[in-house]
């Protein structure tokens, strides 16, 4: 005879007899279980209680708190499997006076609300509580025009405009407290070479706990192209004996500024003036400082240089 027999014809019945057997033997010992009383450490979730339209909350409050409980099977299935659960509720009728919660104070509040267990301890040491006041200040637009990347030689030729030009912010108390009396535009755009025309965000403290009414700002400027030039332009000497034994070395001198790419072509060297006064002589050195009696507007950043060289003719 073989020892399989278990599998030959006619056996499928044995087996199902002994899987309802254990089946049945299983549900019998887990219901007998469950009317037993238990301990078990769990994570019970939190909730808060307290006036949200005041305050800000700086840091996330915990969901849970971690607890040893004890009960009855079914009671500790209910309350740590089930997704039905009440939370404890945590009523924070001062929130911006109340730093944290410790184990000691935790009890009661959490025993008070422990329907069906008994709590035998509070695992979680601290709760802590970071909430503040909100506070809403009225401050000015502000634009930092050097920290506006331009292209290179392209410059802002006209007021910049914001509109509004005043907004109010709403923030915890101690970051408005650092605000003081204006905010400032944030202009992510480089290298502008054309003018701005747009909608801009408003340079907000980062986490997201500070907001402005609008948060959007309008801002207006033109951009133009400036030339950087150098102009040979003949010096005027006054002043220096009529003799010629002294004289300059040199008559011409360059003149560098920097002018608007539409006004280039309006520029003539007799828009400039050099005189070298020979009244500033300096024997020391044998150089006259130069001085720029007058030049067109419309040239701007003027460099010339800071001594001419005189020469002293051989008697």
């Known amino acids: ?180 009396l204006y905010v400032w535009i944030e202009l992510k755009k480089n290298n502008l070479d054309e003018d701005f025309d747009d909608e801009v965000n408003l340079l907000l403290p980062d986490g997201g706990l500070v907001s402005s009414s609008p948060n959007e700002i309008k801002l207006q400027f033109s951009v133009e192209e400036f030339l950087s030039i150098d102009l040979p332009i003949k010096i005027e000497a006054i002043n220096f004996p009529s003799d010629s034994s002294i004289y300059l070395l040199d008559s011409i001198m360059t003149v560098h500024y920097v002018i608007n790419e539409k006004a280039e072509k309006s520029i003539e060297p007799s828009d400039f003036n050099v005189t070298v006064d020979y009244s500033f002589y300096n024997k020391a050195d044998s150089t006259i400082p130069p001085i720029l009696m007058y030049s067109p507007e419309e040239a701007i950043e003027i460099e010339i240089t800071e001594k001419i060289k005189v020469h002293h003719a051989v008697q």
């Open 1 to 180: 005879m073989s020892k399989f027999n278990f599998f030959t014809p006619g056996k499928n019945e044995n087996w199902k007899v002994v899987l309802l057997s254990v089946l049945g033997a299983t549900i019998f010992w887990f219901f007998n279980a469950l009317n037993k009383d238990y301990s078990a450490k769990v994570n019970y979730p939190l909730e808060y209680t307290f006036e949200n339209d005041s305050v800000v909350v700086m840091k996330p409050l915990a969901k849970t708190v971690r607890i040893d409980v004890a009960g009855g099977g079914w009671s500790l299935i209910r309350k740590t499997i089930w997704f039905n659960v009440a939370p404890i509720n945590i009523s924070l009728d001062n929130p911006t006076d109340i730093k944290y919660y410790t184990r000691s104070s935790l009890v009661p509040l959490i025993s008070d609300q422990l329907d069906g267990l008994h709590l035998n301890f509070v695992i979680t040491d601290t709760l802590f509580i970071d909430i503040e006041e909100k506070v809403v200040k009225q401050l000015k637009v502000q634009v930092d025009s050097l920290g506006i990347s331009m292209k290179e030689n392209y410059r802002i030729t006209s007021p910049i405009l914001v509109s509004p030009d005043s907004v109010y912010v709403t923030g915890p108390k101690s970051t408005m407290n650092r605000m003081n």
